[in-house]
């Protein structure tokens, strides 16, 4: 057998180090998950918002399409009156823009802008 001239392996201090920082990544991503998942659920609400809306709705009547939507995947961050409804041309838009707060320690937070756009009548949103 040959000795061996380097030691391999992981020492202590890497070890706890390295630890840390996938303790601290866990813990972010645990506190951002659920503003990520209703950002998602929102943008679901829009577009399905979109599918059902008809060609001669008022701004008024899709705001409640979309209110009735966002009763029923529980949306607290984006209601009917925030939502903006727009004309392009013939095109209608839904447009969604807000910002999110995540208190994460002490007095530290994280504010995450979230904004998008559906296109009534058309399968595809830009983000």
Same mark, same amino acid.
């Given at each position: 057998?040959?000795?061996?001239?380097?030691?391999?392996?992981?020492?202590?201090?890497?070890?706890?180090?390295?630890?840390?920082?996938?303790?601290?990544?866990?813990?972010?991503?645990?506190?951002?998950?659920?503003?990520?998942?209703?950002?998602?659920? +929102?943008?679901?609400?829009?577009?399905?918002?979109?599918?059902?809306?008809?060609?001669?709705?008022?701004?008024?009547?899709?705001?409640? +399409?979309?209110?009735?939507?966002?009763?029923?995947?529980?949306?607290?961050?984006?209601?009917?009156?925030?939502?903006?409804?727009?004309?392009?041309?013939?095109?209608?838009?839904?447009?969604?823009?807000?910002?999110?707060?995540?208190?994460?320690?002490?007095?530290?937070?994280?504010? +995450?802008?979230?904004?998008?756009?559906?296109? +009534?009548?058309?399968?595809?949103?830009?983000?």
């Amino acid at each position: 057998m040959k000795p061996v001239k380097y030691q391999r392996g992981v020492s202590l201090t890497d070890l706890i180090a390295w630890g840390a920082v996938i303790i601290f990544v866990i813990f972010i991503a645990v506190k951002v998950m659920p503003s990520v998942t209703e950002a998602y659920q +929102i943008k679901r609400a829009v577009a399905s918002t979109a599918s059902k809306v008809q060609p001669g709705d008022t701004p008024t009547s899709i705001r409640q +399409i979309y209110n009735n939507q966002a009763v029923i995947d529980g949306i607290r961050k984006v209601y009917g009156d925030t939502l903006e409804v727009r004309k392009k041309g013939s095109l209608t838009i839904l447009a969604y823009d807000y910002e999110d707060k995540i208190p994460l320690f002490a007095n530290v937070s994280l504010a +995450i802008h979230y904004q998008g756009e559906q296109t +009534i009548g058309a399968g595809r949103s830009r983000e």
